[in-house]
């Protein structure tokens, strides 16, 4: 069974930066397209980036500009750059795999504070 595993979250300051990683086994993120959500407390999850096998990507306007979603060398990653951080981008980060039945993983938590 493949598993998704996010890293990377933490507490930040409003306008610094992070960089997510979201690491699978085997070389998925090449063949599949993908997204990154996030989740706030008391709200829905809502997708914030994608990418397509081809490479394409899509962003939120929310985020537009600020996240930048991109492969990793190796084909097992993904990487979620996010800058100018605001407090509203608080929330439990995720990575899916469209498509597929590879279930959620446990997120990665970026609080951005003063």
């Known amino acids: 069974q493949v598993q998704l595993v996010e890293s990377g979250g933490g507490l930040v300051q409003p306008g610094g930066s992070l960089r997510l990683s979201c690491a699978a086994s085997?070389?998925?993120?090449?063949?599949?397209?993908m997204g990154w959500y996030r989740q706030a407390p008391g709200k829905q999850r809502e997708l914030v980036a994608t990418?397509?096998?081809?490479?394409?990507?899509n962003y939120a306007d929310s985020v537009k500009g600020r996240f930048t979603l991109s492969r990793g060398n190796t084909k097992n990653r993904v990487y979620l750059e996010m800058t100018s951080l605001k407090p509203e981008d608080t929330a439990v980060y995720y990575c899916?795999?469209?498509?597929?039945?590879?279930?959620w993983g446990q997120g990665t938590q970026v609080t951005v504070s003063s």
């Open positions: 990418i397509t096998s081809g490479g394409v990507t």
């Open positions: 085997g070389s998925i993120f090449s063949k599949n397209d």
């Open positions: 899916k795999i469209f498509g597929s039945t590879i279930p």
